[in-house]
């Protein structure tokens, strides 16, 4: 439930093509619907612009169906993250538009089509084990009505395969950087171009890794002024800021 789509309520109920009693049943859900289990914010899109989100991981598929069920019935997009594939038939069972996206390990319903972003989001990954971060980044952003370019396996070790995508990476408005290892990547992409670049460190590596912390140590420490760092696996978040800046 969006700005465009109270508007449109709201016009159509001046025209008389929406009778008061069911303008009143469709904004029911203002400002959350309580299932007990959940409490869904159906304003939040109207708020901030961006739609909540269904983190799929420790809940139930049962209780992951009921909610996407529910913010489908709302009308907009519905997103949720790191889902599995017995998680996603559960909620095709309830809601059969649903699409899973198997290496994003997401789900998604398209059916009210964001406003398009200005420019290409880059989404960059350092090996091809740090795809499904870069991939949720990827589905994410497309949702949100971003043009999403992928460039994947241009880690450091072979800078060569970095520097082949130096067109690509100099076109895009906004980069998302995932890696894991030593998180080097984002600070040489951020040498390369002149556009915001969000640095996603990864949990992939051996046990000096530390499950990412050696990679977001790197990140926090980069001498690439354009390069901003959120959270380990954090695809979802660094879309969500490359999208709102791809909106400017």
């Excluded at 469709?26 to 409490?39: I, S, T, V, W, Y």
């Excluded at 529910?70 to 519905?78: D, F, I, P, Q, Y």
């Excluded at 319903?109 to 991939?135: F, H, M, N, R």
Aim: glycine share 10%.
């Amino acid at each position: 439930m969006d700005r465009l789509f109270i508007e449109t309520l709201l016009t159509d109920v001046r025209e008389g093509r929406v009778p008061v009693p069911e303008a009143l049943e469709r904004l029911r859900g203002l400002p959350f619907e309580d299932l007990g289990f959940a409490k869904l914010d159906h304003h939040r899109a109207l708020r901030t612009g961006m739609a909540e989100v269904i983190f799929a991981e420790r809940k139930t598929s049962a209780q992951v169906a009921a909610i996407f069920a529910r913010m489908a019935h709302a009308g907009g997009n519905v997103l949720a993250t790191r889902a599995s594939r017995k998680i996603y038939e559960a909620v095709r069972a309830a809601e059969p538009r649903a699409e899973f996206h198997e290496t994003a390990r997401t789900i998604t319903l398209e059916q009210a089509p964001a406003a398009a972003g200005k420019g290409t989001v880059g989404v960059v990954c350092a090996g091809t084990s740090d795809l499904p971060i870069a991939e949720e980044a990827a589905v994410t952003a497309r949702l949100m009505g971003n043009t999403v370019e992928l460039i994947a396996d241009v880690g450091v070790a072979g800078i060569h395969r970095l520097l082949a995508q130096k067109h690509s990476l100099q076109s895009a408005r906004v980069l998302i950087v995932c890696a894991g290892m030593e998180g080097a990547l984002p600070t040489v992409v951020g040498g390369l171009v002149n556009a915001p670049v969000i640095a996603v460190p990864t949990s992939v590596g051996y046990g000096a890794s530390l499950g990412g912390v050696a990679a977001l140590l790197g990140m926090l420490n980069t001498c690439s002024p354009n390069v901003s760092v959120v959270n380990i696996d954090n695809g979802f978040g660094a879309a969500c800021i490359a999208s709102l800046i791809n909106h400017l």
